[in-house]
């Protein structure tokens, strides 16, 4: 399986207007290549049209990777230390966004092959890569990683919107059912209020209580003590 430019490319063929231009020259593209003269043609090629980063060496791209907003990586594949193949599969690995492009010789269909299953490059070109093609396929994948971003951006915004309108939803819900909750307890005060002015007007109107009688003393335990006087003094003129 293998992946070439496309000659019919609604791109190809037609220069990029003014707002194309200022959007394109937002998102970079690394070029990797370990010889010089190829990252001279590339920067001559599309320094005008696009934002061309370079780097000689697969290393050397992973630190500028580290650093930059990367959008698109065009490497060579045989390459001293790191071939193009391992370097877009690190780039895979760490930045999976970035659009991979890989160049390769006509004899090296294997390394193509593998450049898809492994590191998932979305082309490879046929070295020597041809002028109008690849400017082409650079607008092409620079304008799929600005939608994929203003896609996340309004999916990101959308959530955002519906997380506010569901927290006023809650607001208004609280309110709503506090509101419930104050009437209910303005209603019991009333009732209270009520009951207690019932209450007091039944204390005014009922009849007071008679106040009690003081204890009367018999008139008959008066008696006793006399009786028992006369009594002692009767005994006491008998033993005399």
Not at 213 to 229: D, H, V, Y
Request: charged share 25%; glycine share 4%.
């Amino acid at each position: 399986m293998s992946r070439r430019l496309d000659p019919s490319n609604a791109f190809a063929g037609r220069l990029p207007s003014d707002a194309e231009l200022a959007v394109i020259r937002n998102y970079p593209v690394l070029y990797v290549d370990d010889e010089l003269h190829n990252i001279n043609v590339f920067e001559a090629s599309f320094g005008d049209d696009f934002n061309i980063v370079t780097a000689m060496s697969g290393q050397e791209a992973l630190e500028l990777l580290a650093t930059q907003d990367i959008a698109v990586v065009v490497s060579d594949n045989r390459m001293p230390g790191m071939l193009g193949v391992e370097l877009l599969s690190h780039v895979y690995e760490q930045r999976p966004e970035i659009r991979r492009v890989l160049c390769t010789a006509y004899s090296d269909q294997q390394t193509a092959i593998d450049a898809i299953n492994i590191a998932a490059v979305q082309h490879y070109v046929v070295k020597p890569w041809e002028s109008r093609e690849m400017s082409a396929l650079l607008r092409e994948l620079v304008a799929d990683v600005h939608l994929e971003r203003a896609a996340n951006h309004l999916r990101t915004d959308l959530v955002e919107r519906e997380r506010e309108a569901c927290i006023a939803a809650l607001r208004r819900r609280f309110e709503q059912d506090l509101g419930n909750v104050l009437s209910v307890l303005r209603g019991v005060d009333h009732g209270l209020r009520v009951l207690h002015q019932d209450v007091a007007a039944v204390d005014r109107n009922s009849p007071k209580p008679a106040p009690c009688s003081p204890i009367q003393t018999p008139a008959s335990s008066s008696m006793i003590w006399p009786a028992l006087s006369l009594r002692s003094a009767d005994c006491t003129s008998l033993r005399a």
